[in-house]
């Protein structure tokens, strides 16, 4: 676990936690919503649970190939591209109808999250002092707590007012917003720019003794 040893990125605290929450209450928000369209078109209980089951296990098993991939792929490249593809995830759910469908999408869209919850989570070190940590985690998961309890309302609302295709599409746009965070946020871990730092610092090195003999 690496910290910063420059004074704390709050405002990169703030914009991780509020990507975390936003991005945990539209996968709430669609799971709630599809859950109650399904059950109200006469769907039988084991397409509902089918549902909720691919919204939550791939949170679970994919969680040990995750934690590798934040580790070894850049956070910003993560972020971006798994923002972008759970939000035309997002849009292809609006439109698609079979239940079997449904349920194969929803597990791809947990499945991203099973990604960017950790990767975004794993920069909170990267982000502020060892001091600093308690009160940054707690903001984290604050947010996401928040996300956790106002997806499911929020479909209730929605789909009662709307239909399902609503809360689809505002779910859509709470990915854009991760792609936002990875775009804006300044601390970033992972892939290979550490080593290349390390290989700058040594060339440098090489240079100031070779100046030095010479």
């Known amino acids: 676990m690496s910290f ?25 928000l669609a799971a709630t919503a599809l859950a109650l369209a399904l059950q109200g078109a006469g769907a039988g209980g084991l397409a509902v649970s089918g549902l909720l089951l691919a919204a939550t296990l791939p949170l679970v098993v994919l969680a ?8 070894r792929t850049d ?7 798994i ?14 109808e079979q239940p079997v469908l449904v349920v ?16 975004l989570a794993a920069l909170l070190p990267a982000m502020v002092r060892p001091a600093d940590l308690p009160r940054a985690s707690a903001i984290s998961q604050t947010a996401v707590s928040l996300g956790a309890l106002g997806g499911p309302v929020l479909a209730g609302l929605l789909v009662g007012q709307f ?4 809360p689809l599409l505002l779910d859509a746009a709470t990915y854009l917003a ?5 775009l804006l946020l300044r601390t970033r871990r992972g892939g290979r720019r550490p080593a290349a730092v390390s290989s700058d610092a ?13």
């Open 4 to 28: 910063t040893t420059d004074e704390s990125r709050w405002s990169d605290v703030w914009l991780a936690a509020a990507a975390r929450g936003t991005t945990i209450c539209g996968d709430f």
């Open 64 to 71: 040990p190939l995750a934690g590798r991939l934040a580790d």
């Open 75 to 81: 956070s910003r490249t993560l972020l971006v591209t």
């Open 83 to 96: 923002g972008f593809g759970q939000a035309a995830i997002c849009a292809l759910l609006a439109v698609v």
């Open 104 to 119: 194969g999408l929803v597990a791809l869209l947990a499945s991203g999250l099973a990604v960017t919850q950790p990767c």
């Open 163 to 166: 239909g399902t295709r609503v």
């Open 178 to 182: 991760l792609v936002v965070a990875g």
């Open 202 to 214: 040594a060339a440098s090195q090489a240079a100031a003794s070779q100046a030095a003999a010479s």
